[in-house]
């Protein structure tokens, strides 16, 4: 179950039944009054995800004045941040990991991630807080890295898309946790049609698919595999950031050892 406030999981022994729904123990405490909605929780207007948006954006501004980006060609974007096996190999501009997510190929690549970002990322957001979201988000942005890695090391791939897919990961499972199916959210649609656009050849699969899995595993560790489960930590404050942060390093040193077998 959610409490109706702080939109966090209560489990069923915990839970006070209200007129509307049910609240945690920490809403309902006597030294702790305040009703949280939807506009006055932590990270709801999603400060970070604007961050992120900004970044990306300061990102493709520096491809026009580094390295003779136009609006609908990368110049030499991809040959200076993108992912590339060979280069990654052995630990050699390791950076690229990180950076390749913040790249372009043109205004359309960036416009679609961006507003993509702009609608997942705040409902994320509000939900993990602030710092636990950006953990998230990079934590996914390797996964994605490591994916396209495994799938095509010999290929010039960047782009946001990936840690997206991820954010999508952890969407699906923070409304499976809620008893929402995948159809019940209207998320049914978005996923096909992002499975489309992964097939299509003109994206990168494993980047998609890599960083989705890995929101997926966060999803579990937030959230619960189902609303019977609960989170995998239960109400654990630490041990998921923990997780989280050690599934990022882990996933950083796994593509830098995938890129060497190009």
């Not at 006055?40 to 004045?65: C, D, E, H, K, M």
């Not at 994605?144 to 010039?156: E, K, Q, T, V």
């Not at 897919?165 to 499976?176: A, D, I, K, N, P």
């Amino acid at each position: 179950m959610v409490c109706q406030r702080c939109e966090r999981y209560v489990c069923t022994q915990c839970m006070h039944q209200a007129s509307v729904g049910v609240h945690c123990p920490e809403c309902t405490s006597k030294n702790k009054q305040k009703v949280y909605t939807g506009n006055s929780l932590p990270g709801s207007r999603g400060i970070v995800t604007q961050g992120l948006i900004g970044l990306n954006v300061a990102v493709f501004v520096l491809q026009f004045l580094l390295w003779d980006a136009t609006i609908t060609d990368d110049g030499r974007t991809a040959f200076e941040i993108a992912l590339f096996a060979p280069i990654i190999a052995d630990g050699n501009e390791w950076w690229r990991i990180l950076t390749s997510g913040f790249g372009h190929f043109g205004i359309v690549h960036l416009g679609m991630n961006m507003y993509s970002l702009y609608i997942v990322g705040p409902i994320i957001e509000r939900r993990l807080g602030p710092v636990r979201f950006a953990l998230a988000y990079f934590t996914c942005l390797i996964g994605g890295s490591m994916g396209a890695l495994l799938l095509d090391p010999l290929a010039l791939t960047m782009g946001a898309s990936g840690a997206i897919f991820g954010l999508l990961g952890l969407l699906v499972m923070m409304f499976r946790s809620q008893g929402i199916s995948i159809a019940q959210s209207g998320l049914g649609p978005v996923l096909l049609l992002n499975l489309f656009i992964s097939l299509s050849g003109f994206v990168s699969l494993g980047g998609h698919g890599g960083g989705f899995v890995t929101g997926l595993v966060l999803g579990i560790m937030y959230f619960g595999a189902n609303a019977q489960s609960g989170p995998l930590f239960g109400r654990d404050q630490v041990k998921p950031d923990i997780a989280t942060a050690a599934l990022g390093i882990a996933l950083f040193i796994a593509s830098i050892v995938v890129a060497g077998f190009a």
